[in-house]
Every structure is written in structure tokens, then in C-alpha cells.
């Protein structure tokens, strides 16, 4: 089992940045996947940006393809998600998920952090 903790969420106006932070405790040798996932009022959760254990696959949702860059610190057990050029729409709880032997970083995780709130300001 694999706790997640998530911080960095706040109020921004549009155009800008925020970078949320993520982290691990628990099984946290294994090689899991990472990955980030955002729910917004009366939308269903979908996936934002995934990552391989080494860093070395990255995918992402087409909204935040060229906006959103997420990356991990395996000796920190850390993932995060650099967030430029911030729109209303990307309003949402983020919450961020934790997942072994994936086919796909797009799903399959299976741990979940209680998430944190971003808000973006027109």
C-alpha cells in the first residue's frame, strides 16, 4: 500500500503558475507509475499527465499538452506538476495516483491522495 500526500494548490490568476507536489510513503521501493488526475464541479475525474518510474515515459491529457509538465524524485519519492499558463478551466481538485505493473500510464492506478484545490481567476 502506497500513502499520498498533495500540497502546492492555491488561487492564481489566469496566465499563471503553480506547481503542486506529491508524496509517497508506504511501498514506496516499488517501481510504480505516477500520475495526476483533476475533477472539477459536476465533471467526472479525469486524467491530467502520467510517469514512468524512471522518468522516462511521460503522457498527457490533450488540454494540458505544451501548458503542464510533470516530473519525480524517486530518492525523495516525490512527483509534481509544473502548471504554466493557467486557464479558468483548469479549475479542479488535482489529486494525484500511484500504480504498478501498468500497461498504460492513462490508468491503472490504484492509490490515492486526498487531493488539493486549484483555482484559476479570470
Do not use: H
Not at 10 to 31: N, P, Y
Not at 44 to 58: D, K, L, P, Y
Amino acid at each position: 500500500q502506497v500513502q499520498l500526500v498533495e500540497s502546492g494548490g492555491g488561487l492564481v490568476q489566469a496566465g499563471g503558475s503553480l506547481r503542486l507536489s506529491c508524496a509517497a510513503s508506504g511501498r514506496t521501493f516499488s517501481r510504480y507509475g505516477l500520475g495526476w488526475f483533476r475533477q472539477a464541479p459536476g465533471q467526472e475525474r479525469e486524467f491530467v499527465a502520467g510517469i514512468s518510474w524512471s522518468g522516462g515515459n511521460t503522457v498527457y491529457a490533450d488540454s494540458v499538452k505544451g501548458r503542464f509538465t510533470i516530473s519525480r524524485d524517486n530518492a525523495k519519492n516525490m512527483v509534481y506538476l509544473q502548471m504554466n499558463s493557467l486557464k479558468p478551466e483548469d479549475t479542479a481538485v488535482y489529486y494525484c495516483g500511484a500504480g504498478e505493473r501498468q500497461v498504460s500510464l492513462r490508468y491503472g492506478y490504484t492509490s490515492w491522495g486526498q487531493g488539493t484545490q486549484v483555482t484559476v481567476s479570470s
